[in-house]
């Protein structure tokens, strides 16, 4: 089981900056990814972005320019650096991690996937 701690939320004004982090604790492998996505009222949570333990990354393209996805491995830590905030930025933002279970050749065999509990990032016009 792996456990999730996301803090960072809050309201901001457009134009404006905040930063998101999730810790994760118990069982982590070795090959592993992060993420956030979020879910706005009315509609489907939605990829924001992921890193994976070699820290490539992945984002959407509504996002790209303005935010970024760190990690902080020797905490088990994923950060999300939101600049230039829109009021369309306005959701629930959600922590996502995933084990992947491997063969001793690195092939993947079985995913675990966990989420965090949510913030809310609300961005005022």
């Known amino acids: 089981q792996v456990q999730l701690v996301e803090s960072g939320g809050g309201l901001v004004q457009t134009g404006g900056s905040l930063r998101l982090s999730c810790a994760a604790s118990?069982?982590?492998?070795?090959?592993?990814?992060m993420g956030w996505y979020r879910q706005a009222p009315g509609k489907q949570r939605e990829l924001v972005a992921l890193?994976?333990?070699?820290?490539?990354?992945n984002y959407a393209d509504s996002v790209k320019g303005r935010f970024t996805i760190s990690r902080d491995n020797a905490k088990n830590t994923v950060y999300l650096q939101m600049n230039s905030l829109k009021p369309e930025d306005t959701a629930v933002y959600y922590c996502?991690?995933?084990?992947?279970?491997?063969?001793?050749?690195?092939?993947?065999?079985?995913?675990?996937?966990?989420w965090g509990q949510g913030t809310q990032v609300t961005v005022s016009s």
């Open positions: 118990g069982s982590i492998f070795s090959t592993n990814l």
């Open positions: 996502n991690f995933r084990n992947f279970r491997t063969s001793p050749t690195g092939l993947k065999l079985d995913t675990l996937t966990y």
């Open positions: 890193i994976r333990d070699g820290d490539s990354t």
